[in-house]
């Protein structure tokens, strides 16, 4: 009996760190969207709705789909970016964009689990891409919200460790990290609409539809997307959230984006409000007017629905290392300098993004200047 009771507690000794803390402020308070002692969405959103837990439980327990690989996933190593905008996706959530020579990494998880337990919980399906004492320097650090997937104690105490770029969060979740002892000159809190400059990048907390939460207790932090301006690129990521009308506001305050990276990897018949689908995330990309698309599962292009006649959002070719093994990922052929339709972003690849009109014509301009005055 007494061995048993120090097994278990041997196994929980990590859980009351990890669960981070309830917040308090009168900072958090003032918040346009703090209201009755809680973070609320702008639009109306259930986490599940009445009377589906039952459902979503048999799906869970019966259900027949696949839920694991049948063979390993496969990896690339990256090379050095190349270009003003490329983005390398980590796996799920987790990935780094380099803008203008300033590097942002969003909601990097590297553990094993995400779970305030490192004995239970979902595990993830392929090793990181890359271990973190491999990622380059970094500018900025960015968290969309605090659950799991997303937030990571023993990632954020890693990069605390080996890395100086700041931490950007939405209101509340710098309590979780304080705990966590990140020092709170590198904690940058940010309700949406406000906006922070990091080396250049101007970076932006915006509207998202969603829910918050470590524990029992739910939306003591905000939840947000997140905007990347540059001086000539611009770069939008959700985080987790539902579709909502505000995307086309998002999209006319701070788009057209050369890049939105929409999370689609947990849409489902039991949370319709809080997570997007694959023809909402076309939908969001468009209102956003947005170029080229990424979804959090890698697919550089979801099939799209009949949404009229506006223009197909475009898709680069990823710019990794080797191929994977033949049968191990859909082959990407090139189709007028562009990767077929449907094309798949393998972990650890790279996306160089096309320089906009304006920047190559400036650079052909100057490289025509230098070589007239060349003797």
Known sequence: MAAGAGLAAWALRDVPVALGVRPSGEWMRRSPQYRDGKFRNRVPATVMPPGS???????????????????????????????????????????????????????????????????????????????????PPLDAIVISHDHYDHLDVATVRELCRRQSAPFLVPLGVGGHLDRWQVPSDRIIELDWDDSVTVGGVRLTAAEARHFSGRSLRRDDTLWASWILTGAHRRVFYTGDSGYFDGYAAIGAAHGPFDV???????????????????????????????????????????????????????????????????????????RRGRPAAGGRLVAGDRLRCPEPRAVRRRVRTRSRRTARRAP
């Open 53 to 135: 837990g039952r459902a979503i439980l048999r799906e869970a327990l019966s259900s027949r789909h696949r839920r694991h690989p049948s063979a390993p996933v496969p990896l690339v190593a990256t090379g050095p970016a190349t270009g003003s905008l490329s983005v390398v996706w980590y796996g799920h959530s987790s990935a780094l964009v380099e803008i203008e020579g300033r590097r942002v990494l969003f909601d990097p998880v590297w553990s094993d689990r995400c779970s305030p337990s490192r004995l239970v919980g979902p595990r993830r399906l392929h090793p990181p891409p890359v271990p973190l004492d491999a990622l």
């Open 260 to 334: 939105t990276l929409m999370q689609i990897g947990a849409y489902g018949e039991g949370w319709p409000d809080i997570h997007m689908t694959p023809e909402d995330a076309v939908r969001a990309h468009r209102a956003l007017g947005g170029g080229l698309l990424v979804t959090a599962l890698g697919h550089l292009q979801p099939r799209l629905p009949r949404l009229g006649r506006a223009r197909r959002p475009a898709v680069a070719r990823g710019q990794g290392g080797r191929r994977p093994a033949r049968g191990t990922a859909p082959r990407r052929t090139r």
